[in-house]
């Protein structure tokens, strides 16, 4: 044994042990036990998650898209009818094909006018050439007056929200001490519907509604009754003959 020897024997050695060393970790599972080494099944879950993360950013970007447009469309910023949608031309009824009540039906809606007090037979009365127009008021029943013009209306909610009859241009907005804020639409084809004894409006002259859209609120409490007036070219009409309440 010499000095040289030894030395050479243990630098042999040192490398041996660090290629078996080196061999074990790579190809074998104890490399998980390294610091910082992740095991196959956390990268596996940490993968999924990632996964998932990437999934609902994708919807909430979404979800925040849409909250956006519809602030804009409330906020009048984006007109609805401006939107890229197939127009629905309604095809009038075709009055042969309709069937009308038969005598049971006749005699049961006498008996319950007679008894009630309220005639449900206003639905049937409904034009075929009428224009596609949506009830005013949802929470309501339509009482029968001398006036057919001018219907009465029983609001069963304490507050609810009065919606446009078809897409129109607000007229003018005032404030009656009678009335309570009235609303004037003026719509195509001549149409002019007034909303009458609302508590308040969502909309100024000159805006644009939408068909269907909340135009304002009516409070039952607040003094006034809800009256609704249609007229075409400064007639009256009978809202019962042109709208489905």
């Given at each position: 044994?010499?000095?040289?020897?030894?030395?050479?024997?243990?630098?042999?050695?040192?490398?041996?042990?660090?290629?078996?060393?080196?061999?074990?970790?790579?190809?074998?599972?104890?490399?998980?036990?390294?610091?910082?080494?992740?095991?196959?099944?956390?990268?596996?879950?940490?993968?999924?998650?990632?996964?998932?993360?990437?999934?609902?950013?994708?919807?909430?970007?979404?979800?925040?898209?849409?909250?956006?447009?519809?602030?804009?469309?409330?906020?009048?910023?984006?007109?609805?009818?401006?939107?890229?949608?197939?127009?629905?031309?309604?095809?009038?009824?075709?009055?042969?094909?309709?069937?009308?009540?038969?005598?049971?039906?006749?005699?049961?809606?006498?008996?319950?006018?007679?008894?009630?007090?309220?005639?449900?037979?206003?639905?049937?009365?409904?034009?075929?050439?009428?224009?596609?127009?949506?009830?005013?008021?949802?929470?309501?029943?339509?009482?029968?007056?001398?006036?057919?013009?001018?219907?009465?209306?029983?609001?069963?909610?304490?507050?609810?929200?009065?919606?446009?009859?078809?897409?129109?241009?607000?007229?003018?907005?005032?404030?009656?001490?009678?009335?309570?804020?009235?609303?004037?639409?003026?719509?195509?084809?001549?149409?002019?519907?007034?909303?009458?004894?609302?508590?308040n409006v969502n909309f100024k002259a000159g805006d644009q509604v939408a068909s269907g859209a909340?135009?304002?609120?009516?409070?039952?409490?607040?003094?006034?009754?809800?009256?609704?007036?249609?007229?075409?070219?400064?007639?009256?009409?009978?809202?019962?003959?042109?709208?489905?309440?």
């Open positions: 044994m010499s000095k040289k020897r030894i030395a050479i024997s243990l630098i042999i050695i040192l490398i041996a042990v660090v290629c078996v060393g080196a061999m074990i970790i790579s190809f074998t599972p104890l490399r998980t036990l390294l610091p910082g080494y992740l095991k196959n099944t956390e990268r596996r879950e940490y993968l999924e998650a990632n996964a998932r993360i990437d999934s609902l950013l994708n919807v909430v970007a979404l979800n925040n898209r849409y909250i956006d447009n519809l602030n804009n469309i409330l906020a009048g910023e984006i007109d609805v009818d401006s939107l890229m949608i197939a127009p629905i031309d309604p095809q009038p009824l075709d009055t042969a094909l309709l069937i009308g009540p038969s005598e049971q039906e006749k005699a049961f809606v006498a008996a319950y006018t007679a008894h009630e007090g309220f005639s449900i037979e206003n639905a049937t009365t409904v034009l075929p050439d009428a224009p596609a127009f949506v009830t005013p008021i949802r929470e309501a029943i339509l009482r029968p007056t001398g006036r057919p013009t001018a219907p009465a209306f029983e609001v069963t909610e304490d507050k609810v929200g009065i919606f446009a009859i078809a897409r129109a241009t607000v007229a003018d907005t005032f404030d009656s001490p009678d009335r309570g804020v009235v609303l004037l639409l003026q719509h195509p084809d001549g149409y002019l519907s007034i909303y009458e004894g609302l508590k909340r135009i304002g609120t009516f409070v039952r409490d607040a003094g006034h009754d809800f009256g609704f007036i249609l007229m075409r070219d400064g007639t009256r009409l009978k809202p019962t003959e042109y709208i489905q309440f």
